[in-house]
């Protein structure tokens, strides 16, 4: 698609692809699920006047047309929509989450896809160039901290659990800086895997559990102390459990740098 082609509104029906059009300097019109993007993505701060296009299950199309957008920006998540959006508008699907890829190569290979259309290539080398810089950065910092093995969970509930592991954005970024994962699981191309809180018994002991709010039951923790396996785990009697504020796993490359920098400035507490 030329440059020259975009010249109105531009809408995204994905979180990632949205916080990429803000990395460029490009306000999106309006966006899917907006009324969450502060409990999911956090930041960068979604400037004021950008329209929500009501959840990913149920775009409000109605509204959509009425923004005669010039671009629709969307994932293969969305692939049944795809014909309706198109008879909107011009429709751009970039693959992020997929088999046989990694999220943030992939983020990064369509941060370039996305800036090429719409004329902000020089933005877009620009902020990668200052990306790869922070991850350089990141991992300076992780060299001096010799941190223990990280497990990465959100709760599902008081015995169940995403870890993240294999291809996903969280793995990728700790890959990049040095940091080990404890769980060594494949995952699936979203990037963890569901597990038994009674699995996290099987690995090294040593190591720190991280949680990532928001934590769902919000009492999760305050109820798992009533459990004899929960607390018989060598790490949780160390306390070596912390919670930190949510980051976006399923994002781009400003989400992979939100995850870093909170880990990080974390992990630096205990040095």
Not at 81 to 104: D, F, Q
Not at 112 to 137: K, V
Not at 140 to 162: E, Y
């Amino acid at each position: 698609m030329a440059a020259e082609a975009i010249s109105g509104p531009i809408v995204s029906l994905d979180y990632g692809l949205a916080s990429t059009l803000l990395a460029l300097g490009v306000t999106p019109a309006a966006i899917a699920s907006l009324a969450d993007w502060n409990t999911w993505v956090v930041e960068p701060k979604m400037p004021d006047g950008v329209i929500d296009l009501g959840t990913t299950s149920e775009i409000n199309l109605e509204v959509l047309a009425s923004i005669k957008p010039a671009l629709i920006l969307t994932t293969p998540y969305l692939a049944p929509l795809k014909p309706r959006l198109e008879a909107i508008a011009p429709v751009m699907e970039l693959t992020i989450y997929a088999e046989g890829g990694e999220a943030l190569q992939r983020s990064i290979t369509a941060t370039r896809l996305l800036a090429d259309a719409i004329g902000r290539r020089p933005q877009a080398e620009d902020f990668l160039a200052r990306s790869e810089q922070f991850f350089d950065d990141c991992a300076n910092r992780v060299k001096k901290l010799n941190p223990p093995p990280l497990a990465l969970i959100n709760f599902v509930d008081q015995r169940h659990a995403r870890i993240y592991c294999g291809d996903g954005l969280y793995q990728n970024v700790m890959t990049r800086i040095g940091l080990k994962n404890a769980w060594t699981g494949p995952g699936d191309y979203w990037g963890f895997e569901a597990i038994g809180l009674e699995q996290l018994a099987t690995l090294d002991q040593s190591l720190r559990l991280i949680a990532f709010e928001p934590l769902l039951p919000p009492n999760v923790l305050d109820n798992l102390q009533d459990s004899p396996l929960w607390t018989s785990l060598p790490f949780v009697r160390a306390g070596r459990v912390s919670v930190l504020p949510g980051t976006l796993m399923f994002g781009m490359v400003q989400e992979a740098e939100r995850f870093a920098r909170i880990l990080l400035d974390h992990l630096e507490t205990f040095a």
